[in-house]
């Protein structure tokens, strides 16, 4: 199956630091998402982005599908925005492929 | 309009037994996906379905096995419970229609141990 990368694995922020989260994938896709989950385990939807440029406030994402990476910007840095962010990808079988996940901590 | 929204919240098992997990989807969606998500892994997807169709299937046994109902609810299925399934499940639901997965809008999870 399709394999899919996240790095770094682990990241420490300063409140209002910004940050770039990267996802490398394996195959060809026609399907990218980015989730966030809290730390109580709700996992909430926040591009989907199979290529192209995205921006919701003070998060953007651009994937480059022909170069296999999509990558996340989290600017400004917020406590809230503590949690694991992971990439999920698809190649059109309806079977959606996860990533380990990056671990984000904002410190106030 | 309420979310996804999943029951039971937590469940204990023993080895050996079969647990039903059940998921409601957000009014208007038509297909919902199962995942398994083990502590500081991931999600693995076990299910697709849409409009009672199975569409979608990951790398799991046939012990997990799933279904979906005329109002779009669905349950999944766990028999001969091990100690290796203890994990969170979380239930997806998404408008459905389309080539491939759209916009997954995921339920609070269920908390399955087996002891």
């Known amino acids: 199956g399709i394999q899919v990368e996240q790095s770094p694995p682990d990241l420490i922020l300063q409140e209002g630091a910004n940050s770039t989260l990267r996802c490398n994938f394996s195959?060809?896709?026609?399907?990218l998402q980015w989730f966030h989950q809290n730390p109580w385990g709700q996992l909430i939807n926040l591009f989907y982005?199979?290529?192209g440029t995205k921006q919701n406030g003070r998060l953007s994402a651009t994937t480059v599908a022909t170069e296999r990476y999509s990558l996340l910007y989290i600017s400004s840095s917020q406590t809230t925005d503590s949690g694991v962010y992971f990439c999920?990808?698809?190649?059109?079988?309806?079977?959606?492929?996860f990533g380990a996940g990056t671990t984000v901590t904002v410190r106030a | 309009d309420a979310g996804v929204t999943q029951s039971p919240t937590h469940l204990i098992k023993t080895r050996g037994q079969h647990v039903t997990l059940r998921c409601s989807p957000i009014?208007?969606?038509?297909?919902v996906s199962w995942y398994q998500q083990v502590l500081g892994q991931g999600p693995q997807f076990i299910f697709q379905?849409?409009?009672?169709?199975?569409?979608g299937r990951g790398n799991f046994p046939d012990r997990f096995s799933a279904r979906q109902f005329p109002n779009y609810s669905s349950e999944l299925n766990v028999n001969a419970l091990l100690l290796g399934d203890s994990a969170l499940y979380l239930c997806?639901?998404?408008f459905g229609a389309g080539d491939f997965t759209d916009t997954q809008y995921f339920g609070p999870g269920t908390r399955l141990t087996v002891l």
């Open positions: 195959d060809s896709v026609n399907n």
């Open positions: 009014s208007g969606h038509k297909s």
């Open positions: 982005i199979p290529s």
């Open positions: 999920a990808v698809e190649r059109g079988d309806y079977k959606l492929s």
């Open positions: 997806a639901s998404s």
């Open positions: 379905y849409y409009e009672k169709e199975e569409r």
